[in-house]
């Protein structure tokens, strides 16, 4: 495992790839438009590999990292996908030789400076990177006030201090290049509560709190989301932010 990689997802990676919301197809439409070439993308911290995939829609091969091995045994097999272990910051890609970097939900995690040196390394000098983070979810007024409750109440306290950056919506990350202006986007499920349930198992801060205290924390709000959100599916959103830049003057 990668010297300082903080690994909060190994011990739910098949939860993980069950219960993660995925990406609108016009969010990789739209990243496709913006790259000149459709030679290599690569996917950084692929997780469940749900980015890598839609990207081969566009590119004839994908590269989808993770330092977490047991992320990538979990994730879904495709034949332009190349799945590899290794840490964002020290990606063993050749220079100048991907076209789009993409980075969803895990910017957070790494080291900032020196991920972007990597992505400077290997792009190439039209190659666009994008990052992107979702917000908490919206599901309806009173099922939102009983997930934000286990949220800020419950498992608070047991949320990384990088989760802050989410919170912020990258604001603070000024991307090298040239800004690319991005439309907005969101995701969307149907969602039984069943489902909603399974997600929030796996946030980060209810495995840290299960493995502390030894007891489920989504168990403590279970009972009261069931009620209010009915035998339905509902339409579950989560507003993205994403920042895109294009590498033109990266390597000046």
Known sequence: MTVGFKDHFST???HYALYRPTYPDELFQFLASVVENHS?????ATGSGQVAIAL?????????SDASRSQIAAALRHPR????????????????????????????WFDEAAFLLEAR?????????????????????KSDAIVDVLYKDIVGEYWPAERVMI????????????????PAFEMSMNWRVEDMLGYLRTWSACRRYESEKGSDPVSLVAAELAAVWGAEA??????LRIKASRANTLLE
């Open 234 to 239: 509902r339409r579950v959103i989560w507003p």
């Open 167 to 182: 919170e912020q919506a990258y604001s603070h990350v000024d991307l090298p290049g040239v800004a690319v202006a991005v």
């Open 81 to 108: 996908v190349d799945y590899r272990v290794a840490s964002a910051e020290q990606s063993g890609l050749a220079e100048n030789s991907i076209d789009l970097l993409t980075v969803g939900q895990a910017f957070h």
């Open 12 to 14: 739910c990676s098949g």
């Open 56 to 64: 081969a829609d566009y590119f004839p091969e994908v590269i989808a």
């Open 121 to 141: 390394r290997v792009l190439k000098p039209s190659g666009v990177l994008a990052i992107w983070c979702y917000e908490i979810c919206q599901a309806g007024t």
């Open 40 to 44: 290599v993308a690569w996917d950084c």
